[in-house]
């Protein structure tokens, strides 16, 4: 009779499937300081998630960006032209 492990394998495509399906915020602070005196101060926030659950959650800030959608070209600023005299 052989003995079967209990040991489920994870690999690098199941965790990222899962990461991507529930979504994963990272948080930290970041501080500078010299002799006591805080230079500077950065909060870092990272959300990791999938299109759709980014939506879900109410996140959907590259739909407006122009840079980040295809839109009509006639829209970009032309380019100065001078008076004629």
Do not use: C, Y
């Not at 994870?10 to 990222?16: F, K, R, V, Y």
């Not at 960006?65 to 100065?80: E, K």
């Amino acid at each position: 009779m052989a003995v079967q492990s209990g040991i489920q394998t994870t690999n690098l495509a199941d965790i990222l499937e899962r990461v991507l399906d529930k979504g994963i915020v990272i948080a930290g602070d970041i501080t500078i300081s010299l002799a006591q005196v805080e230079l500077i101060n950065i909060k870092v926030r990272l959300v990791v998630a999938s299109v759709d659950k980014a939506i879900e959650m109410g996140i959907n800030w590259w739909q407006q960006d122009p840079f980040l959608h295809s839109g009509p070209i006639d829209t970009l600023p032309q380019p100065n032209n001078p008076p004629s005299a």
